[in-house]
């Protein structure tokens, strides 16, 4: 049997007053603090589960209370001004109908001219609506305007822009040659030299850029497409072809390039105004391109591909192995090249996917032949012409080996050597001359040839079928008969390259609807290009994402591009051009019978003077009046497709408002759940903490007491 002593009751009494205390000061703690634990150790179970609880909780918090309310309040703001642009809009479709009506005043005329002045500013403004120092339809450009706010800055802008512009743009425009203006005293005075020609109508087809006070036009590309399909089944269905008008040397030459539109191993072409490869170049899945010499080699512009390259020789054969690789060590091309030395040369490239293009030299060791993985082959034959000059044909063939096009360069214009060589193209039903001469026009150069054109219109139509007039001034294309037949055939589209050197306030900026370079820094090396459009003329989307929820992100923001075209812009100004004209057609009818009824001219060949002057002014009326009516007439239209397009896009807007409405609903009730779940993880009740409390305390008293008896014990206790 066990001997118990005083001092191991003691000690016991002492480890359980000391636990009974421990007890007390923890459910003290608890019911101080509600909480079950107040360091890790206390429970390491709910404090890992407190601490998965908390993380969720916060980025609960950070998407419902920061992101979603941000993105609602952008959205609004957005959609504020869609609204705003809506109504603008709906007044300028309500002037169109009023000015297509043909009975206006001259009250009324006033009228639309100073309210369409007003909602074009209007426009303006809304389309530089901000949320928080953000430009909202700027795309990734939120720390710029979509219009230019500051008149020195405009005025000082250089641009360099590329525009694409199609049949759908084309438009039958009506000119008016003869204009006449309201005679000074001293043409009155001396009639007989300076008789003016009878006002009449030349309806033209006419291609309208984007702005107007235009300088140099650097380039214009003829584009079409070209049926290439087979009988293989994953064989490319169709080819790009241009053919470039380089305008900025002293003469125009120009360039011709085929481009694959099989995106998984497409294939650029390019040859010289004779026809001869210059090079080409191969684009995979990725967007990585590789640079293909014409007389051998290889190479990428992209900087986070890396060149290897290895040379070996046997049997007198040297091979050239490339191996181009992605940052993460993947690789995105193998390229070899085959050289015998004798003349025999051969290549081939390979991309991530392991689509094969292979390539053929001549004997000289220049590059002629691109066959792609599908079987679908351009390839240069060069021919001795007159002056022992290189020409070349460049014939594309499908995977049947069936000729699909021929182009092949044509002489210089004997009669205009500056416009350089033109392509004569070929298809299996047609053949094409494409020869794109361009002729710049000032104002005054283009009203002379309207005269012309009224006067002679057989000849000087004859003479410029096959011409583009570019009015800088305008900023118009006006197009020959040929050409826009042509262009109209073939469903072509022409990319326009020209400078723009100085803005006003309110124009738009370039690079939120174009391919552009901001050239206003005199130093090329701060010059910025912008690319909206990919190389198919796909335009890129800036979407910025905001992350409303776990795993969900979502498009805030809209591009001006998607709301309003920068036709809105020109169709605005033009009808305000318009009926400007008008109202200067009849100001000159005005001004003409004042001068005749002021009997300041009496001398019968001046009072005669004034009186053809006037019937031919009145003419002029009767064409502006008709041609406002006209133009308008057709604006109904238009301003019913941008109506319709901002409709789409509140539309747009508001279904990205629902859906992140419901986000928010659900991220609010994750809020209350995930909230719950911490509280009941971590917190007492106090009604129970409170009891288990008294508990632990009427515990602890007892056992204070019981330890007292115990101390006091003597040896009479035990007999």
Sequence with gaps: MMRITNGMMMNTTKTNINNNKVSVDRLNTQMSTQKKITKPSDNPLIAIKSLRLSTTLSQINQYYGNNIKDAQSWMDVTETALTNMKDILNDAYRLAVNGSTGTLSDEDRQTILTQLKSLSSQLYAEANADYADRTVFSGYKTNSTVTFQDALEASNAKYEINEQLSIDDMQTYTYYANKLDTPSAGEVQNPAANQVGTPQEEVLKRLRLAYNKLSNLNSLAYNYSVDTSSSKADGTTKGNVTITADMTGTASSQLFQWRSLRKDSAFTYQADANGQMTGASLEDMNGYKLNISSKGGFSVDDPSLTMAVRETTIGGVTTRTYTFTDEAGNTAFTAQEADDGNGTKTAYVVDSQGNRVDLGYDANGVLTTVKDSQGNSINTNLEKTVGDADDATITVTNADGNVAMTAKAAPVDAQDPTQGKSYELYTSDKQLTTNLKIETMTEQEFNDYLA???????????????????????????LGNNIAQTMASEFATLNVNYDKDGFTKGETRPEMYFNCTNKSDFSAANHITYTNYDEDGNWIYQNINYAVSTNQDMAINTQIHDVVS?????????????????????????????????????????????KDCLEKAKKQVAYADDHLQKVYGTQITNFEKYLSRVNLTITDVGSRGDQLSLTENRMSNQKTTFTELKSNNEDEELSDVTIDYTSAFTAFQASLKAAGKIDNMTLLDYL
């Design 566 to 610: 920068a036709d809105c812009y020109r169709d605005m100004a033009e009808m305000t051009d318009l009926v400007q004209e008008a109202i200067n057609a009849h100001t000159t009818v005005t001004n003409i019978q004042e001068m005749i009824d002021s009997g300041d001219y009496t001398a019968d060949d001046q009072v005669a003077y004034l």
């Design 452 to 478: 012309d054109l009224a006067a002679d219109p057989d000849t000087v139509s004859e003479k410029y079928k096959n011409t583009i007039i570019y009015l800088p001034d305008s900023g118009e294309m006006v």
